[in-house]
């Protein structure tokens, strides 16, 4: 059975996941770039090409959309949908930090099976 794509099930992988995030607020491909290196720390960089890729597949699923600009560039903001995906997607993320830290933290040699 093939697998879905992650954004029509709702699990992003990490860079449309950023880039979601950074369009929770109206902003153009270069100012999502620079807000997300800024934001995380220089923990979170995305190229161009990377950059239009997703968002060309986030407003194919209907989770950002291309909002009218005056500045002849083009700019986004996140859907209602997009909202929901998001906050899904980090609830899944903080469990599965939690599932890593359990994990990382069994005793040694418990399940040398």
């Known amino acids: 059975m093939a697998r879905k794509p992650g954004l029509d099930e709702g699990n992003l992988p990490e860079a449309a ?8 607020n109206t902003r ?3 100012s999502i770039m620079q807000h997300l ?4 720390g220089g923990l979170v960089t995305i190229g ?8 060309k597949k986030l407003a194919d699923a209907e ?4 909002v009218d600009s005056s500045n002849n560039r083009r700019s986004y903001r996140m859907t209602a949908k997009g909202m929901e995906v998001a906050t899904k997607n980090v609830e899944r993320r903080r469990q599965l930090v939690a599932a890593a830290e359990k994990l990382l933290n069994e005793e ?5 099976g």
Do not use: K, M, Q
């Not at 290196?37 to 995380?40: A, I, L, P, V, Y």
């Not at 161009?48 to 968002?55: E, F, G, Q």
């Open 48 to 55: 161009p090409a990377s950059l239009y890729t997703t968002l």
């Open 28 to 30: 153009h491909g270069y």
């Open 37 to 40: 290196e800024e934001r995380s």
């Open 17 to 24: 996941f950023f880039i979601l995030l950074a369009v929770r």
């Open 108 to 112: 040694i040699g418990e399940d040398n």
């Open 63 to 66: 989770l950002i959309e291309e």
